[in-house]
């Protein structure tokens, strides 16, 4: 029994994390196209450093949730009953904070900065800005590590494998608006293996592939769920 996991902003908003669409349409009031674009960065870097910034600064204040820990209860648990992954669209890092460990981050993660010079990654927990030098080649071209609109997400082969070969998908706390995830659901249900899908979100977003929708926040829907797959959250 393979099981694929994705989740979205809405699994960290009760840790305090806001989502990306809330009802004005704006990201911590900014205009996501100025802070999530290539175009974005190009036109105002220091900006878009800062915004990044003070998102990376609140994974101080935060603290993974029920959700969360249920998620890496539930890929304990796992172990023996078949492959397990979690792709989440999140840039924070309560899902490894959780202890979730067969997890990729598709949008990258803000605790990584990315070299436009030289092309290295690496782990970064402090301030950025237009004049921090690249730990690998020195130039003064770091962004943050962060799939912006128009860029390709990471780990695109290995969760297209993943949901080619899962039995149970559930999506998590996502509007299912931004591809390429909101055709995981679609890419999950097509690969003929009768896989059974889940969607957890207390909106439930009427995506017509779900099989069972939990209509609660995430911190007592994974429970939920846990439950459903007969496995302890204790785990
Ligand atoms: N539990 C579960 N779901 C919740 C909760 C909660 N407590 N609170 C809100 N939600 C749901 C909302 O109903 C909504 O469907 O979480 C979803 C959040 O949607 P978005 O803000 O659109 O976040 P997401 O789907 O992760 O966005 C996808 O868009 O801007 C880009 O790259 C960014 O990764 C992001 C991508």
């Known amino acids: 029994m393979n099981l694929v996991v994705l989740t979205g902003a809405g699994i960290s908003a009760e840790s305090g994390i ?3 669409r809330a009802a004005d349409g704006l990201w911590e009031n900014h205009r996501i196209e100025d802070v999530a674009s290539p175009e974005g960065f190009m036109r105002d ?3 878009v450093h800062h915004f990044y910034n003070l998102r990376r600064a609140q ?3 935060v603290v993974p949730n029920k959700a969360h820990q249920a998620l890496a ?5 796992w172990r023996g009953r078949g492959a397990f992954l979690l792709v ?3 840039v924070d890092d309560l899902h490894e904070r959780a202890g ?3 997890l990729r981050h598709m949008h990258g993660e803000l605790r990584r900065l990315l070299c436009t010079a030289c092309g290295e990654t690496g782990p970064w927990h402090d301030d950025a800005g237009v004049d921090t030098p690249c730990p690998d080649c020195g130039a003064e071209a770091m962004r943050p590590d962060i799939v912006w609109f128009g860029e390709i997400p990471h780990h695109m ?5 993943a949901l080619g ?5 559930c999506a998590i706390g996502t509007s299912g608006v931004v591809y390429p995830a909101a055709g995981f659901a679609a890419q999950a249900r097509r690969n003929g293996r009768n896989c059974v899908l889940y969607e957890i979100n207390p909106t439930p977003t009427g995506g017509r592939y779900f099989d069972h929708v939990i209509a609660a926040p995430a911190s007592e829907g994974v429970p939920e769920l846990l439950c459903r797959l007969g496995v302890g959250a204790d785990s």
Do not use: K, V, W, Y
């Not at 209860?73 to 648990?77: M, N, W, Y």
């Not at 082969?157 to 494998?161: H, L, R, S, W």
């Not at 070969?165 to 998908?169: G, I, K, R, V, Y």
């Open 45 to 47: 870097p220091a900006l």
């Open 73 to 77: 209860a539930l890929e304990r648990a």
């Open 59 to 61: 994974l101080h204040e």
């Open 88 to 90: 989440t669209q999140n």
């Open 18 to 20: 806001s989502t990306f």
């Open 165 to 169: 070969q899962a039995d149970l998908f």
């Open 157 to 161: 082969d290995e969760i297209m494998e």
């Open 100 to 102: 979730s460990r067969a």
